[in-house]
């Protein structure tokens, strides 16, 4: 993969990038962490756009490991790349749901025409995923996913995940 990876402490909804990852849950419509801040900032036409998603295409919600792209409505960023990480569980392994999350973010910024990319740490917040874990498969995945997107941003939300990015893209 070509494309150069960053890692950043910033606010996901401030930053100049074509796309912004949301880690959403499958509803789509809203909810704590960064996917409130998203809506938030994004406003009115994000949960807009989100509403219509699930009046058609996605009746039923939008599944974990699945991705799907809506304005980014009052956001510097394009785009928003919605998609739902699993849920930590220490009796199943979901990683390869979490490392879908990733892929399938990059096809859909591949779809948009997207150059630039912010994701979140996925699974990591109230989903329990182990930031180690969390960081590690995020940044083997984005490495090993071909993509056209020329630059991603590894948007880290306190220093544990910074460190964890670190630790996994000189590992």
Do not use: K
């Not at 994000?46 to 974990?64: D, H, I, K, M, N």
Request: charged share 20%; net charge neutral; aromatic share 4%.
């Amino acid at each position: 993969m070509g494309s150069a990876l960053e890692v950043v402490r910033a606010d996901i909804t401030s930053l100049q990038v074509d796309a912004v990852v949301n880690a959403a849950n499958s509803g789509l419509l809203g909810g704590g962490g960064v996917d409130g801040a998203i809506h938030r900032a994004g406003g009115p036409e994000v949960l807009a756009a989100c509403r219509e998603l699930r009046r058609t295409s996605l009746v039923g919600g939008l599944p974990a490991g699945q991705a799907v792209s809506t304005t980014a409505g009052r956001m510097p960023a394009r785009w928003v790349v919605h998609t739902v990480g699993p849920v930590f569980s220490s009796r199943e392994d979901r990683s390869d749901t979490l490392a879908s999350c990733y892929r399938e973010s990059l096809r859909i910024a591949d779809e948009l025409g997207a150059r630039s990319i912010a994701f979140p740490t996925i699974s990591a917040g109230v989903y329990g995923w182990p930031m180690d874990d969390a960081t590690r498969i995020a940044v083997h995945t984005v490495r090993a996913t071909s993509t056209r997107v020329e630059r991603v941003l590894l948007v880290a939300f306190n220093e544990q995940a910074e460190r964890g990015y670190r630790v996994a893209l000189t590992g």
